[in-house]
T-cell receptor, first 112, second 112 residues
Framework: QKEVEQNSGPLSVPEGAIASLNCTYSDRVSQSFFWYRQYSGKSPELIMS????GDKEDGRFTAQLNKASQYVSLLIRDSQPSDSATYLCAVLPVTRGFKTIFGAGTRLFVKA | EAQVTQNPRYLITVTGKKLTVTCSQN?????MSWYRQDPGLGLRQIYYSMNVEVTDKGDVPEGYKVSRKEKRNFPLILESPSPNQTSLYFCASRQVEGPEAFFGQGTRLTVV
């Protein structure tokens, strides 16, 4: 089992819709969770951090964390073509020291 | 401006010819790391450093070396590159207990 799993996609949504990106992780005691956006050929950009169960909103982005289910998600409201990118889920497991574990990413296409 | 600077951006080399990819950060971060990114595999950590003269292996260290003689610099050395090291490489720096928040621009390496 991979430590951080994401559906590779591509996920295609129409402009203005809600894009829902999902991630599961294996280390039950993980405390810190992150979402990155990566445009093709560019470096990852940190867009959301979440540390406790529930929802965290920042503009059009909402991160959701459910530690009991070992599940973290990212919702993008009012999706725009400029949101088309690969979204990486990352976890900072307590058992791995300070090492960040990245998922392989989900490709998102927003159709105009 | 806070940044991580990586050079070169693109490099084509031949098997066995030693090369160095440089990485420098201006944020006085203690933690620096190198990742490689391959399709379907996400970001995998090669080496990391918790401080000057303190380095350790990540998940895929074979064929790579690093050094940390100064806090700001963390070069990646390929003593004898092989075609399976063809990849996109990223250097990152951060506060020890934070997420990977600052990435270099990436180095696309091709070994023929």
């Amino acid at each position: 089992q991979k430590e951080v799993e994401q559906n590779s996609g591509p996920l295609s949504v129409p402009e203005g819709a809600i894009a829902s990106l999902n991630c599961t992780y294996s280390d039950r005691v993980s405390q810190s969770f992150f979402w990155y956006r990566q445009y093709s050929g560019k470096s990852p950009e940190l867009i959301m951090s979440i540390y406790s169960n529930g929802d965290k909103e920042d503009g059009r982005f909402t991160a959701q964390l459910n530690k009991a289910s070992q599940y973290v998600s990212l919702l993008i409201r009012d999706s725009q073509p400029s949101d088309s990118a690969t979204y990486l889920c990352a976890v900072l497991p307590v058992t791995r020291g300070f090492k960040t574990i990245f998922g392989a990413g989900t490709r998102l296409f927003v159709k105009a | 401006e806070a940044q991580v600077t990586q050079n070169p951006r693109y490099l084509i080399t031949v098997t066995g010819k030693k090369l160095t990819v440089t990485c420098s950060q201006n944020m006085n971060h203690e933690y620096m790391s190198w990742y490689r990114q391959d399709p379907g595999l996400g970001l995998r950590q090669i080496y990391y450093s918790m401080n000057v003269e303190v380095t350790d292996k990540g998940d895929v260290p074979e064929g790579y070396k690093v050094s940390r003689k100064e806090k700001r610099n963390f070069p990646l050395i390929l003593e004898s590159p092989s075609p399976n090291q063809t990849s996109l490489y990223f250097c990152a720096s951060r506060q020890v207990e934070g997420p990977e928040a600052f990435f270099g621009q990436g180095t696309r390496l091709t070994v023929v």
